[in-house]
């Protein structure tokens, strides 16, 4: 029997101003019944679009070329927008990338999930709401009488996703295609919706699931690919490809996974070989030892911080300190209170009760004025480096806002960018021209240009690529040696947070559950909540 | 309820963009060259006796700060005054010319915004390169040509060559294509503006994307989904519609010689009839309010987001 989806030679090229862009260059695959295939990349590798034009919609300006793609034995290389229109959501679901603002916000949640329904004609008008309430029960939705009703920002990132997937399904597509599934959600409910969408092979349809994630797809995919630059580079069943990579990429990729056992190591090449340079990394090199920590030498205490906004308290009675030259990890799902603590630390939100001592000095509850000679002892980096920069500043401005005038401030620029790896024509650059992870670099150069003794980090890793996280992360590793800086480590990402912290911080609806060094936290938790995050962390087993 | 809440804050803020227009309107016409009392005598016989009289009748002897309270007062009470021009009351005056004002504009913006949507949602999308090149540039030029002149090259055209339509006067719906159409163009291409743009970026939103992977129809992608996003930023213009629509009528009735409210306030100004400009000026920001406080609760129907118990 042939294959639900086969692909061969697969090129999508685009026209650009700055010329023709090859997204896929000649990719081959094939998705059976009952069979779930991932698809592996970082951003810029392909993934999507490839997915894209499985329905037709690779985008504008688009050019599709290919030796074979059959879609339910049909050839779909000739088709039309009309007969695309008919192969969406009846041959082929698309779970689009980025729940969050992917159902429409103006709409209720039932109309789009009956969108599906009465574009292909598939119930009458009547019985369409009671298809919709049974669609929504079927992913687990909770009340979904209810939940049809309502809009999609009353609904969770979680129920929001389950929502995207009960209109993908609706069409009942031999082929689900999923993007990015579980981007923008907590670990608790990444791990449900894998769990979703692995059920619906039960019922023969394939599954064809884009991440940038290995350790993702890794739990529910039969097959993995991995993608870079518009090509496969490897592909094979998923357990070989995690004990015994083959490509330097996918062996690349693997090491970068921050984790327990790369605790104190490298995840990536050293910060002088950068972004395209795929030297095989096969044993991970130590980092710098980190800086002595000295426990009664308290950089910052906090003590019974309790905020509230209306009539939520979203972070209550919490206490914790910060030891010179330690970092301390912050953990928490999404509305836990993280960035708001790290908020009320910097003195940037002013705390309902409780006090924030930093440097030995009152750092809360006193006037901006107080507090602005030893500001610069305390910096941020936040998630959206572009997001904290003046859009007119150049790079150079942007380090040296942080600096003491001085004949000399170009050339401490220009160290302070040679230490977090950039090179001096990045000078004159504007932010937005540059890349994730060079941004998120400037940000640091910024953050150490006056030698703080704390950096608060609020999820500094989280939007970049996989081995750029790791690059930044060894940075990070390598100046905390360095400088002796403190770091208050926030994450969502328990092995980023254990790869780095010292000491970790479990947070739950505002509260502190559980507290202490990492080893003793993630290998015998004792709270509950720490445990089911630790059970939904998807983990490679892999033989390095 | 803060639906309530919103609805009493915005009435609050229409009161004082009312006493303000009012104000200003006082102020200017009081700094205007010319002397009330040769407004009020007009044409009529002018002897020392008439003028005295006519300033015992009017109290126009008083302090002007007295004065304008006390007109701030009679407005309050909903009296508008006398005109001095007319010698009748200021609210028969335009009570008379109200409606053919207000059919005038109300087939103008119906027009326009059928006109704008239409266009938009044929133009939009990135496919249609050409008709939306064509389409922007026409737009461009309705909204820079001064409305007279869209209403002269009307008239010249369809009226004195083709003689399709009349060329003056208020007698029948004919009389009203021109002038309604002359008013409705750059409404049209300032809308057709912004809807397009809106479409277009609510064309690049994730969601449309679902909807197209759902295997729904473009156009009905377009309407459904797309054209309710590009309303909201439209909706917003509301208060500048009813301005342009406002002053946009006082040009196209003396181009085509309609009777009207644009004809009365000319006059009223021209002439320093002050209760008369004054009530003018009273009912537009009054309008405003109203049309402001309407996109206000639009937003709330369009936007459930913005609903919030």
């Given amino acids: 029997m042939a294959p639900l989806l086969a692909v061969e030679d697969l090129h999508v090229t685009f026209d650009s101003p700055t010329g023709v862009v090859e997204a896929v260059r000649g990719v081959s695959f094939t998705v059976g019944a009952g069979e779930c295939v991932a698809v592996v990349g970082e951003s810029g590798s392909g993934k999507s679009v490839t997915a894209r034009t499985l329905v037709g919609l690779a985008g504008a300006g688009a050019r599709v070329r290919a030796a074979r793609l059959d879609l339910a034995d049909r050839d779909v290389r000739s088709y039309r927008p009309r007969d695309w229109r008919r192969v969406r959501g009846r041959l082929a679901g698309l779970v689009t990338q980025d729940a969050l603002v992917a159902l429409d916000p103006l709409r209720t949640v039932g109309a789009e999930v009956g969108e599906v329904l009465a574009a292909h004609d598939i119930v009458g008008r009547r019985e369409r709401a009671g298809r919709v309430v049974h669609l929504l029960d079927e992913v687990h939705v909770p009340e979904p009488g209810r939940r049809a009703r309502q809009y999609p920002h009353q609904l969770s990132g979680g129920l929001r996703q389950r929502a995207l997937i009960a209109s993908a399904i609706a069409g009942e597509p031999a082929l689900l295609i999923a993007d990015e599934p579980t981007t923008a959600l907590d670990v608790t409910v990444q791990a449900q919706i894998l769990r979703l969408l692995a059920e619906r092979r039960a019922t023969g349809a394939g599954l064809l699931l884009i991440s940038h994630d290995l350790a993702v797809v890794a739990q529910v995919a039969d097959r993995v690919l991995v993608m870079r630059d518009g090509r496969i580079v490897e592909q094979g069943p998923t357990g070989r490809l995690l004990r015994a990579p083959q490509h330097p990429y996918t062996r690349q ?87 708001t603590i790290a908020r009320l630390v910097a003195g940037l939100l002013a705390a309902d009760a409780g006090t924030v001592t930093f440097e030995s000095a009152r750092w809360s509850g006193v006037p901006e004025r107080t507090r602005r000679p030893l500001r610069r002892r305390l910096q941020l980096i936040c998630q959206d480096p572009l997001g904290s920069f003046d859009p007119r500043y150049t790079v150079g401005r942007v380090v040296a806002e942080n600096l003491d005038p001085g004949p000399d401030r170009t050339d401490r620029v220009l160290a302070l960018l040679h230490r977090v790896g950039l090179g001096p024509d990045l000078l004159h650059r504007h932010p937005r021209s540059l890349s994730g992870g060079q941004r998120q670099r400037v940000a640091i150069a910024r953050a150490i240009a006056p030698r703080p003794s704390l950096i608060i980090c609020d999820e500094p890793v989280s939007a970049l690529d996989v081995s750029i996280q790791a690059q930044v992360l060894d940075l990070l590793g390598e100046l905390r040696a360095a400088d002796g800086t403190a770091l208050l480590f926030i994450s969502h990402d328990l092995g980023v947070v254990h790869h780095l912290a010292d000491r970790v911080l479990v947070l739950h609806d505002g509260v502190v559950v559980e507290q202490g060094p990492v080893g003793d936290v993630f290998s015998y938790p004792r709270h509950d909540h720490t445990r089911s995050l630790l059970d939904a962390l998807p983990t490679l087993v892999t033989a390095g | ?235 917003t213009l509301a208060g500048w519609l009813f301005g342009i629509l406002l002053g946009g009528a006082v040009i196209v009735e003396q181009v085509f010689g309609r009777p009207g409210l644009g004809q009365v306030t000319l006059n009223a100004v021209t002439s320093k009839d002050m209760p008369v400009v004054l009530a003018v000026v009273t009912l537009s920001a009054a309008g405003y309010v109203v049309v402001n406080t309407a996109a206000d609760l639009t937003y709330l129907l369009v936007d459930p987001r913005l609903r919030r118990s």
């Avoid at chain 2, 016409?29 to 005598?41: E, K, Q, R, Y």
């Avoid at chain 2, 295997?215 to 909201?232: D, I, P, Q, S």
């Fill in chain 2, 1 to 235: 309820m803060s639906l309530l809440r919103a609805v009493a804050r915005r009435v609050a803020t229409g009161l004082v963009v009312w006493w303000a227009a009012a104000t200003a309107a006082y102020l200017a016409l009081l700094a205007a060259p010319g002397d009330t009392v040769d407004s009020i005598v007009g044409d009529g016989a002018d002897t020392p006796q008439i003028r005295a009289q006519i300033i015992a009748e009017w109290g126009l002897d008083r302090p002007a700060v007295g004065q304008y309270l006390d007109y701030l007062w009679r407005l309050a009470g909903g009296d508008l005054g006398r005109s001095y021009l007319r010698q009748r009351p200021v609210a028969e005056v335009i009570g008379e010319q109200l409606a053919p004002t207000a059919t005038l504009a109300v087939t103008a913006a119906g027009l326009g915004v059928l006109l704008a949507v239409t266009v938009a949602v044929g133009t939009a999308g990135r496919r249609r390169r050409w008709p939306r090149r064509v389409s922007s540039g026409v737009e461009l030029l309705l909204v820079s040509t001064p409305s007279f002149l869209i209403g002269i090259v009307l008239l010249s055209v369809l009226s004195f060559r083709y003689g399709l339509f009349p060329v003056a006067g208020d007698q029948g719906p004919a009389a009203l294509v021109l002038p309604a159409v002359t008013l409705a163009l750059p409404i049209a291409g300032l809308l057709a503006q912004v809807l397009r743009d809106g479409l277009d970026r609510a064309w690049d939103e994730p969601f449309v994307l679902t909807a197209r992977a759902r295997g729904v129809r473009e156009r009905t992608v377009l309407l459904r989904h797309a054209l309710r996003h590009a309303l909201l930023p439209a909706v």
């Fill in chain 1, 253 to 339: 990729l693997l090491a970068a996974v921050p984790s327990a056992s790369s605790r104190g190591r490298r995840l990536g090449e050293p910060a002088q070989v950068r972004d395209g340079c795929a030297v095989p990394v096969l044993r991970r090199t130590p980092l710098p030892a980190r800086p002595v920590v000295r426990p009664d030498d308290a950089v910052l205490d906090a003590v019974g911080l309790t905020r509230r906004y209306g009539p939520h308290t979203v972070v209550r009675d919490v206490s914790f300190r910060v030891a010179r030259g330690e970092t301390l990890g912050l953990v928490g799902e999404s509305g836990s209170g993280k960035s």
